[in-house]
T-cell receptor, first 114, second 110 residues
Framework: GDSVTQMEGPVTLSEEAFLTINCTYT??????LFWYVQYPGEGLQLLLK?????DKGSNKGFEATYRKETTSFHLEKGSVQVSDSAVYFC?????????????FGTGTQLKVEL | DTAVSQTPKYLVTQMGNDKSIKCEQN?????MYWYKQDSKKFLKIMFS???????INETVPNRFSPKSPDKAHLNLHINSLELGDSAVYFC?????????FGPGTRLLVL
């Protein structure tokens, strides 16, 4: 079945540092890929998405490129802020069988310190 | 306006009780979901409904019964609550190739 693997956290960075959170996936078809963010005590918010190979999703300074050859969708940000502290989830959407269910990675907690 | 809303936000109850969580979306979407997030933050789909019809049921115990009175609502009823049911339950709706999540219901079973 489909699966998503993310790097384990927590990841602790200083403000203005460069961020990479690795994500790789296994899927039988051609999934869409997503990054969701969960701030403390809140629900999940869509951060960015890519629906086909070589697409780049971007939002709020974050970006990720859908790499079919390496089955990856790594999240990057050039300069993190304290307000970026949250849990980040990589996910894929599988429309096989209907329903467009999301399969999530285990989440990566990011802590940004001054 | 909140796109996907859930009530209650917090739910504390005793083992063996029956409880319900309500979800409403005002996005006009046909498809809605329930997800469970465990204490380690792992998220797993439980159910999906499309226009009031069940389309995904991911081997969830039959103590959990979703009900969709109309396509804007998807409620989750849980019978005979167990300690292991303690989790955060998220409702979501689907449109434009994206799922939109509610704020979550934090369930604690004592």
């Amino acid at each position: 079945g489909d699966s998503v693997t993310q790097m384990e956290g927590p990841v602790t960075l200083s403000e203005e540092a460069f961020l990479t959170i690795n994500c790789t996936y296994t899927a039988t078809g051609y999934p869409s890929l997503f990054w969701y963010v969960q701030y403390p005590g809140e629900g999940l918010q869509l951060l960015l998405k890519a629906t086909k190979a070589d697409d780049k999703g971007s939002n709020k300074g974050f970006e990720a490129t859908y790499r079919k050859e390496t089955t990856s969708f790594h999240l990057e940000k050039g300069s993190v802020q304290v307000s970026d502290s949250a849990v980040y989830f990589c996910a894929l959407s599988d429309s096989a069988g209907g329903g467009n269910k999301l399969t999530f990675g285990t989440g990566t907690q990011l802590k940004v310190e001054l | 306006d909140t796109a996907v809303s859930q009530t209650p936000k917090y739910l504390v109850t005793q083992m063996g009780n029956d409880k319900s969580i309500k979800c409403e979306q005002n996005l006009g979407h046909d498809t809605m979901y329930w997800y469970k997030q465990d204490s380690k933050k792992f998220l797993k789909i439980m159910f999906s409904y499309n226009n009031k019809e069940l389309i995904i049921n991911e081997t969830v115990p039959n103590r959990f019964s979703p009900k969709s009175p109309d396509k804007a609502h998807l409620n989750l009823h849980i019978n005979s609550l167990e300690l292991g049911d303690s989790a955060v339950y998220f409702c979501a709706s689907y449109g434009g190739e994206t799922q939109y999540f509610g704020p979550g219901t934090r369930l604690l079973v004592l």
